[in-house]
């Protein structure tokens, strides 16, 4: 019985310490936000960046949505499959702000997958690696610097900034 607690007890804090050493960091955020841009995953990019970034990039894809035909025409019938009135894509105060955030969150995920395609289509040969980061001494924000070189070779730095929230570590400021 004795064995048995203290399996049990080890069990435990193997746990405890193996979840802590799986806290995200600021470039594996950074790898993250990117390979959601490269699959065209808005869920998964919208799990790198704070809040404020989110409902900002949000309304900038249903802007870009709404008012590009092509892009338009591929997403309203997705909205139509999921029985989703295509006024979402309005940016009135009759569209996207008056629907549900599980509507605009569908929406803007439909919308982020047919322009991150064509986008990505484009730059398919682009590579992308973090070149360096640096945590603040509080250890609360940092900032993270990676390079984006294309198939001629031309390449383009960019500093990403990230700030701890709610223990997360969260895009701020630098995303494309």
Request: a positive charge.
């Amino acid at each position: 019985m004795k064995n048995k607690i203290k399996i049990g007890i080890v069990g435990v804090v193997s746990t405890l310490v193996l979840s802590g050493c799986m806290e995200s960091s600021p470039e594996s955020v950074v790898e993250n936000y990117i390979s959601g841009l490269k699959n065209a995953d808005f869920n998964q990019v919208s799990k790198t960046v704070s809040s404020d970034i989110k409902d900002e990039f949000s309304r900038n894809i249903i802007f870009s949505c709404g008012t590009n035909k092509k892009f338009k025409d591929k997403v309203i019938p997705l909205l139509n499959k999921e029985n989703i009135d295509s006024k979402v894509l309005d940016r009135t105060s009759n569209g996207y702000q008056s629907f549900s955030s599980e509507i605009q969150n569908k929406t803007v995920s439909f919308c982020f997958k047919e322009i991150m395609t064509e986008v990505m289509e484009k730059q398919k040969d682009t590579k992308m690696k973090i070149l360096n980061s640096e945590v603040s001494s509080s250890g609360n924000e940092a900032t993270v610097k990676f390079e984006e070189t294309n198939s001629q070779g031309k390449s383009n730095q960019h500093t990403v900034k990230l700030e701890k929230i709610n223990k997360e570590w969260k895009i701020i400021d630098g995303v494309l």
